[in-house]
């Protein structure tokens, strides 16, 4: 159980362009979920927090306009990111939790490179 | 502050050899505890995890970790590595809800020498 589950799993964008990933709990109903992003050989960084059904807490320094996270299901968050440059190429992680557990679980990642 | 450090970039250790993975966190409440392994390209895998109770506890793979609260530790060993687990391993920490943030470690890279 508790498996999350990431669409894509590699995308190539041009620069300029818009692209959404998915991340979905296929089992469970995840009442929050988390998105990260890391950078080749580095640690995981919290982007934002987003709660289903509300607005998304964003971490200092991640630009919500840029960044659009959607959490409009029990099951489903989006993340998309707007206006593309090539900085913006990383792995990005999502995460989710359910009421009564403090265990997140990872989705495999969605490898974002923008030409 | 939150924090979590991890002393060792890289380690490499020879198949067979025992492994210990250093942690140190820095949490101003009762911490929950992680360790999660990474392969290349992949997403996070939780080896084990520390809520309470007894302090040292066994995961997947082998592994186990040991918290002492004095030290602010949470070091993962296995008595004998194998290939297998060259990997990105990564200490976090989080809080008692499932609406707290986890913060993770920066990560020790294992090198496994046949």
């Known amino acids: 159980g508790a498996v999350v589950s990431q669409h894509p799993s590699r995308v190539i964008c041009k620069s300029g362009t818009s692209v959404k990933i998915e991340c979905r709990s296929l089992?469970?109903?995840?009442?929050?979920m988390f998105w990260y992003r890391q950078f080749p050989k580095q640690s995981l960084m919290l982007m934002a927090t987003?709660?289903?059904?509300?607005?998304?807490?964003?971490e200092q320094g991640v630009e919500k306009d840029k960044f659009l996270i959607n959490h409009a299901s029990l099951t489903l968050s989006t993340l998309t990111v707007t206006s593309a440059h090539p900085e913006d190429s990383s792995f990005y992680i999502c995460?989710?939790?359910?009421?009564?557990?403090?265990?997140?679980?990872f989705g495999p990642g969605t490898r974002l490179t923008v030409t | 502050a939150q924090s979590v450090t991890q002393p060792d970039i890289h380690i490499t250790v020879s198949e067979g050899a025992s492994l210990e993975l250093r942690c140190n966190y820095s949490?101003?409440?009762?911490?929950?505890l992680f360790w999660y392994v990474q392969s290349p390209g992949q997403g996070l895998q939780l080896l084990l995890k520390?809520?309470?109770?007894?302090?040292l506890v066994q995961g997947i793979k082998g592994f186990e970790a040991e918290f002492k609260r004095s030290q602010s530790s949470f070091n993962l060993r296995k008595p004998s590595v194998h290939w297998s687990d060259a990997a990105e391993y990564f200490c976090?920490?989080?809080?008692?809800?499932?609406?707290?943030?986890?913060?993770f470690g920066p990560g020790t890279s294992l090198s496994v020498i046949p």
């Open positions: 995460s989710a939790t359910t009421s009564g557990t403090y265990e997140q679980y």
């Open positions: 089992d469970f109903q995840a009442t929050t």
């Open positions: 987003s709660n289903e059904g509300s607005k998304a807490t964003y």
């Open positions: 949490y101003g409440a009762t911490p929950y």
């Open positions: 520390y809520f309470s109770g007894d302090t």
């Open positions: 976090a920490v989080g809080g008692k809800t499932s609406y707290d943030k986890v913060i």
